[in-house]
């Protein structure tokens, strides 16, 4: 996907800061600035939704909560499928599992109010987000390790971003 490479393959993206609110639309773009995917916070509903598009307008993936649970948890859906969903873990701090169907499952830890944390798979870093990486006002960095569903990847950061501040973040 799009994003200019680090060191291995990796690839930068710049979020907004300021976790949109149902009805505002913003971009993810690439860490030359370059626009990349497009958050669209779907207004009117009766849960909370996003939908992440590609530059042509094409739905790579939709994020919606799901209510009446124990736990926060929010789904992450491919057309009509759904590849995996981002809950609250149990335990200290802010730590979130991504259940991804069909596939082995992601654990993110850290900071994430302070937009500090990590993405690992089986123990192994699949991505990192980090604040200091863009001097950018309101703005954060995700670094997506090689050989990652980079749209899985950002729509469980927006999942995670809008869990942890609740739209607000």
Not at 6 to 19: D, L, S
Not at 27 to 38: E, T
Not at 117 to 129: F, L, M, P, Q, S
Request: charge should be positive.
């Amino acid at each position: 996907m799009a994003g200019e490479e680090q060191g291995g393959g990796a690839r930068r993206y710049v979020m907004r800061e300021k976790m949109l609110s149902l009805g505002d639309d913003y971009w993810i773009s690439d860490d030359q600035g370059a626009k990349v995917f497009k958050v669209d916070g779907k207004a009117m509903r009766i849960r909370d939704t996003f939908v992440l598009e590609d530059t042509g307008g094409n739905e790579v993936a939709k994020i919606r909560e799901r209510k009446l649970t124990i736990r926060d948890k929010m789904a992450i859906e491919r057309g009509d499928r759904k590849i995996a969903t981002v809950r609250t873990a149990m335990g200290w701090g802010d730590r979130y599992k991504i259940e991804v169907e069909g596939g082995d499952d992601l654990k993110a830890h850290g900071r994430v109010l302070r937009h500090d944390y990590k993405i690992e798979r089986d123990g192994k870093r699949v991505a990192t987000i980090h604040k200091k990486w863009f001097k950018i006002r309101d703005s954060y960095g995700v670094q997506v390790e090689p050989g990652q569903d980079d749209a899985l990847i950002l729509a469980a950061v927006v999942a995670i971003e809008h869990m942890a501040g609740r739209g607000d973040a």
